[in-house]
């Protein structure tokens, strides 16, 4: 079956205006993760989200970052007031459970650029 | 706080020698560490983890307590190797995975 998507791969924006990007889980998994890899820099959680409950959002860097997830399927993580340090490439994950001990199955990433 | 630290950005060893990629944590609780690997133009992926004991296209790691170390190790390199390899820990009873910066290994034929 497929596996995780996002879009855009790529996104160009100008400081200050609004960003949106999507992922789609795989099909059946309740879990799904948003994490930022910056250039140089290791992968960094941002927020996850398990089936109905209230989502874990000690990963945010502030409150221009949210997110949204619809039942168990689609996400977005939206930036407001885009900064030049937002640029990153924002990868999205989805897992079976909730368990550490289960894969995370990532998505190919969407590219943020910030001018 | 938890952390992990991969101290070799870059790695490059011949092929048929052996590989040992570097990995540290802390974590004052029982961590769950992984390794995952991306290779050229593909999705980053699970390469094995703590909890599996197996080893993987010819990877093992072992989880060393005492020096809070999940060294990755293979005994003869293969070319196919070359990729980046992130360790990544998840903290008991959650499951949002910490990255350390990643090791790119290069493989010389």
């Known amino acids: 079956g497929a596996g995780v998507s996002q879009s855009p791969s790529n996104k160009v924006t100008e400081k200050g205006k609004d960003v949106e990007l999507r992922c789609d889980p795989i099909s059946g998994h309740t879990a799904l993760y948003w994490y930022r890899q910056r250039l140089g820099q290791g992968l960094e959680f941002l927020i996850y989200?398990?089936?109905?409950?209230?989502?874990?959002k000690s990963g945010l860097p502030s409150d221009r970052f949210s997110a949204e997830r619809t039942g168990e399927s689609v996400s977005t993580l939206t930036i407001q007031r885009t900064q030049q340090e937002d640029s990153a490439v924002y990868l999205c994950?989805?897992?079976?459970?909730?368990?550490?001990?289960?894969?995370?199955?990532f998505g190919p990433g969407t590219r943020l650029t910030v001018l | 706080a938890q952390r992990v630290t991969q101290p070799e950005k870059l790695l490059s060893v011949f092929k048929g020698a052996p590989v040992e990629l570097k990995c540290n944590y802390s974590y004052s609780g029982s961590p769950e560490l992984f390794w995952y690997v991306q290779y050229s133009r593909q999705r980053l992926q699970l390469l094995l983890r703590?909890?599996s004991r197996e080893s993987i296209k010819g990877f093992t790691a072992d989880l060393n307590k005492g020096e809070t170390s999940f060294h990755l190790k293979k005994p003869f390199a293969q070319e196919e190797d070359s990729a980046m390899y992130y360790c990544a820990l998840a903290r008991s009873g959650a499951n949002n995975l910490f990255f350390g910066t990643g090791t790119r290994l290069t493989v010389i034929p």
């Open positions: 703590h909890i």
């Open positions: 994950a989805s897992s079976l459970g909730w368990s550490e001990y289960n894969e995370q199955f």
């Open positions: 989200f398990q089936g109905n409950s209230a989502p874990d």
